[in-house]
């Protein structure tokens, strides 16, 4: 990971957590996954989900167990196609 990677999924890590896995969602989805740009922007996404997975859960925040499952799936789906 680049120094401006890192930078990228800092500004990923304020939005909520909803709209991170509905944007991994839809990148998934609408996507061809054989694309590298596009598994370049679930990457970005599931990093960004990981570093929130390790922090303080608020009320408003999904299950961290669930989150942590949800992640799993979406390296699984990723691993196939690179």
Same mark, same amino acid.
């Given at each position: 990971?680049?120094?401006?990677?890192?930078?990228?999924?800092?500004?990923?890590?304020?939005?909520?957590?909803?709209?991170?896995?509905?944007?991994?969602?839809? $990148?998934?989805?609408?996507?061809?996954?054989?694309?590298?740009?596009?598994? +370049?922007?679930?990457?970005?996404?599931?990093?960004?989900?990981?570093?929130?997975?390790?922090?303080?859960?608020?009320?408003?925040? @999904?299950? +961290?167990?669930?989150?942590?499952? @949800?992640?799993?799936?979406?390296?699984?789906?990723?691993?196939?196609? $690179?």
């Amino acid at each position: 990971m680049n120094l401006g990677d890192r930078e990228e999924i800092m500004e990923l890590v304020d939005a909520p957590e909803f709209v991170l896995v509905q944007m991994c969602d839809v $990148t998934l989805r609408k996507q061809d996954m054989r694309n590298p740009d596009a598994q +370049r922007m679930v990457r970005e996404l599931v990093d960004a989900l990981k570093v929130k997975a390790e922090k303080k859960a608020e009320p408003a925040d @999904y299950n +961290r167990y669930e989150l942590k499952k @949800y992640i799993e799936c979406i390296e699984e789906v990723l691993a196939k196609f $690179t």
